[in-house]
């Protein structure tokens, strides 16, 4: 025998029938493929001497399941703007850093970090958007970290926010 070769002869090797490994795959919403791992029968005195156990899985393509993730509450500085030049700068035209105007969602949209959020996280924030959770859709030069800020329609407005350290939470 070989120095690198299992001492398991290939006799011991049994693949389990196609209808018992169907039986037993966990099937993923608009899987494609399935890929049968054999089995491999030794006997073995210890738990440790015994092969791994063998698993059907069942391959999806990138993208076609989305890992739910649990709503997280965390702790934010929580900051107002409005599209004024006074806000966005000279060149402000009303298109956020995502590309989408500020009218998306009817105008209620936060700028993150998106290092930290990306584009299309959703957040839900008190006393912000009738209490509804809103996607990220732009950034900005002085939003670092945990630091959001909540697109408003008027300056007044954006200015009657403020600077607020609050718990948000994190939907998506």
Known sequence: MAKHESPVRASAIVAQPAA???S??????????????????VNSE????APTASANVVVAPVGA????????????QVTAYCACKKCCGPGAKGITASGRHISYNSGH???ADTK????????????YAD???????????AIK???????MPTHQQAAAWGNKWMQVTIVE
């Open 20 to 22: 018992k490994a169907a």
């Open 24 to 41: 037993q795959s966990v099937v993923a919403p608009r899987a494609t493929a399935a890929v049968s791992t054999p089995v491999i029968s």
């Open 46 to 49: 210890l738990l440790h001497d």
């Open 65 to 76: 399941m989305a890992v739910a993730r649990q709503p997280r509450v965390v702790w934010m």
């Open 109 to 111: 949209f936060v700028a």
């Open 116 to 127: 930290v959020f990306g584009f299309g996280t959703r957040i839900q924030i008190p006393g």
């Open 131 to 141: 209490g509804k959770a809103v996607e990220v859709i732009d950034r900005g030069g």
């Open 145 to 151: 970290g945990h630091h959001i800020d909540l697109f």
